[in-house]
């Protein structure tokens, strides 16, 4: 799966501002043919998210207020069931609740460690050391690689009789030897590790871009005041990336939301690894199909997701409308 | 996984901006040998999951099994990689990825130039609404669409002769489609924004020379974004080809997966034979760290041409 993409608005370093509205050609200025292209150039890519991008998630709505359980065209039909699939999940499902904890504790740990970290490697990067390229392409290595794969190379690490981690405790092969992936009380932690690995890449290549973006008067104007480097941080450089911290508080918490293919591929998301992503695709697949609860738990996914999205727009559309 | 900076619409990434040293302050001494021990301990972490699975894929498992994996006894050879790629059936993964990825880039692309070129170089009363739409499309967590689009291509009826399944199931078509849908809203705001930066009186001029909406589009400003799209496209071949999910939720048999979804299956399989995984993830990595190399000159050259323009 993909990482959450997103968009810096680095507004400290304009080169060219785009045209004003007013300077736009007007519709009415164009033929009748050249309406038409215009209206086929907008309206098929419009069609295609609507049709599967913006239908299916307002349908999964819908879904979870029925009993569909195969099927939608399911013998007997499917029928209104009111708000019992989400009664059955909230009160009967047992792994609805350690899900909700665990997309809680994902977000947590990226926003305490993870994304602090990368911060920290940017800062500490942004100096002017010899080699900073090097490292830097170090740390963005696991950002190219899918979550999927980061699972598998930290299996590796991780395997209870071949790991390397088990090895250089020395319990490899023991009766004390630990199965990081296996054992419920600590597999989050160990899923969180690997998918740091990723995260802090990523968070720093941001920050990066945002570093070069503050106008080094600011600094200079720090200085003067005899502001020391921590302070000059904090109070002038870490504020004038507001655009950039948007983006990153926002990725954090959608890549916490979509956690999903790392903790499939160690276990489908059972065993201490429940996620909410997790559970939505098991109530769709295999044995045990649940459409109808499946449906709810997305559309319980769906309102968290809905409040970092909208706050995301907001910040950036915002100045757009007023233009 | 980059930042293309806005309203300038120049694409832009800081392992370029390393050449022309950092923007930071100066450092005393004191800070100057913390920063180094700190990166070079942490880059060091970060390389060891990397080395040990290329350590591990060396090795063959009886060596191993004789010797433990922390240990450099036995011999070293490339036997686990053509394991792998025989038994895995990697041929068969790398050419559904290509199947997949390439039309799905090309197609992501085309439909998000021609919105970004309507939405910023025309005044239109929806142009926000619209790039609300595909932006906030791209920031969903996938699996709230996974009941939905399994129904709808469950009951997509096609003929026999297109799908073996009859509907858009098992289907590339399936695939190449959500991936579409999900990677359009992202390359759509990008490149507005960048299209937007270019001179109206380009189009301004072609179009009283009597140039149609279309000839506009095609001959003047997508040649024009070439360094955006070369960007965009490098990024958007390694989100596609990573993909896990979609494959994973429409491809019910094993012979039509990308790599990405298709390591799985060998992981599944060959659980015990952890030199064997260990190969297998780095076939699966080649195609992107090659992409990776070539991309950091991609990005130089969109660098250089976007500030040489001012």
């Known amino acids: 799966m993909t990482t959450p993409q997103a968009t810096v608005a680095t507004d400290s370093t304009p080169v060219s501002r785009p045209a004003p509205a007013g300077k736009r050609k007007k519709l009415r200025r164009l033929t009748g043919t050249d309406r038409v292209v215009l209206g086929l150039m907008v309206g098929i890519p419009t069609l295609i998210e609507l049709l599967l991008v913006w239908g299916p998630a307002l349908f999964s709505v819908l879904l979870g207020f029925t009993d569909a359980r195969t099927d939608i065209d399911q013998p007997g039909g499917v029928n209104f069931a009111g708000l019992d699939n989400y009664k059955f999940i909230t009160e009967e499902y047992p792994p609805f609740w350690p899900a909700v904890q665990h997309n809680i504790i994902w977000l947590v740990f990226l926003a305490v460690i993870a994304t602090p970290v990368g911060l920290f490697i940017a800062v500490l990067l942004d100096q002017n050391l010899k080699g900073s390229r090097i490292y830097q392409s170090i740390f963005f290595i696991p950002v190219m690689l899918s979550l999927a794969l980061v699972g598998i190379i930290w299996h590796l690490i991780y395997s209870p009789d071949a790991g390397l981690l088990n090895s250089v405790l020395g319990t490899a092969g023991t009766s004390d030897q630990i199965d990081w992936f296996g054992d419920s009380s600590i597999n989050l932690w160990a899923a969180l590790v690997a998918a740091s690995w990723k995260h802090v890449g990523y968070i720093m290549i941001l920050y990066l871009a945002g570093l070069k973006g503050v106008d080094p008067s600011l600094r200079e104007a720090a200085a003067i005041d005899g502001a020391n480097a921590v302070q000059t941080f904090f109070r002038v450089v870490f504020p004038a990336m507001r655009p950039i911290n948007i983006v990153v508080v926002v990725i954090t918490v959608i890549e916490a939301l979509r956690a999903f293919d790392i903790v499939y591929v160690i276990n489908r998301g059972t065993n201490g690894l429940e996620l909410l992503s997790a559970l939505v695709v098991q109530n769709l697949v295999g044995e045990g199909t649940q459409i109808g609860v499946g449906a709810a738990i997305a559309t319980v996914l769906l309102v968290i997701s809905l409040v970092p999205i909208i706050a995301y727009l907001w910040q950036t559309f915002r100045k757009e409308e007023e233009r | ?310």
């Open chain 2, 1 to 310: 996984m980059t930042v293309i900076a806005e309203p300038s619409g120049k694409t832009t990434t800081p392992l370029k901006a390393s050449k022309s040293g950092g923007s930071g302050p100066k450092v005393s001494r004191g800070g100057r040998v913390f920063s180094y021990s700190f990166l070079t301990i942490t880059s060091v972490l970060w390389l060891i999951p990397l080395v040990w699975t290329i350590y591990t894929s060396l090795r063959p498992e009886k060596d191993t099994q004789k010797y433990g994996y922390l240990s450099t006894g036995g011999s070293f050879n490339f036997d686990n990689y053509s394991d792998a790629w025989n038994q895995g059936g990697f041929s068969k993964y790398f050419v559904n990825s290509a199947i997949i990825t390439v039309p799905a880039v090309i197609l992501t692309l085309m439909l998000a130039a021609m919105v970004a070129f309507a939405v910023s170089r025309f005044k239109w009363r929806f142009n926000v609404a619209l790039l609300i739409l595909f932006t906030a499309g791209n920031l969903l967590p996938p699996q709230i669409l996974a009941a939905p689009l399994f129904q709808l291509y469950k009951h997509f009826e096609l003929p026999y002769s297109v799908s073996d399944s009859g509907s858009l199931l098992n289907t590339y078509y399936g695939v190449i489609a959500a991936n579409i849908a999900f990677q359009v809203g992202f390359c759509t705001f990008v490149l507005s924004n960048y299209m937007k930066a270019l001179p109206h009186e380009l189009t301004e001029a072609a179009m009283v020379d009597g140039a149609g909406v279309w000839k506009q589009f095609w001959k003047i400003i997508l040649p024009l974004c070439r360094p955006a799209l070369a960007a965009l496209g490098t990024l958007v071949v390694i989100w596609i080809y990573n993909d896990f999910f979609w494959a994973l939720l429409f491809i019910q048999t094993g012979d039509r997966l990308p790599v990405t979804t298709g390591i799985n299956n060998l992981f599944g399989q060959y659980a015990q034979n952890d030199n064997l995984i260990a190969a297998g993830a780095l076939l699966t990595a080649i195609p992107v760290l090659a992409i990776y190399v070539a991309l950091q000159r991609q990005f130089v050259a969109g660098l250089t041409l976007g500030s040489s323009k001012g």
